[in-house]
């Protein structure tokens, strides 16, 4: 079984910084892509950021210039940092992952898993 934890954001004031991290345990063969989504309510999630299993990041342009993705592979974590934050980067905050689990001993294929998602609010 595969968990996925997030930790971080929070209550931010209009232009700081936020940083969310997001830890997987499990019987883990490797991960491949992780991403953040982010949520509005009523809304479906959407992509904020994401980093390829070749540590290439990209951000979405509703962050671009603002965002850092990252992720430590030794660790099995990846982290988002948001700067110059505003009211309309309101949301919950999710992080997905690509991951292999071992299966009996040899890597099975590759499933998303989410993490359990994380309030980040900007207001003064």
């Known amino acids: 079984q595969v968990q996925l934890v997030e930790s971080g954001g929070g209550l931010v004031q209009p232009g700081g910084s936020v940083s969310l991290n997001c830890t997987a345990s499990?019987?883990?063969?490797?991960?491949?892509?992780w991403a953040w989504y982010r949520q509005y309510p009523g809304k479906q999630r959407e992509l904020v950021a994401e980093i390829d299993s070749k540590n290439i990041p990209k951000c979405g342009d509703s962050v671009k210039g603002r965002c850092t993705i990252s992720r430590d592979d030794t660790g099995n974590t990846a982290a988002l940092q948001l700067n110059s934050l505003r009211p309309e980067d309101t949301a919950v905050y999710y992080c997905?992952?690509?991951?292999?689990?071992?299966?009996?001993?040899?890597?099975?294929?590759?499933?998303?898993?989410w993490g359990q998602g994380k309030q980040v609010t900007v207001s003064s």
């Open positions: 997905n992952a690509g991951i292999t689990l071992y299966h009996n001993g040899f890597p099975g294929y590759e499933f998303p898993y």
């Open positions: 499990g019987n883990i063969f490797a991960i491949g892509d």
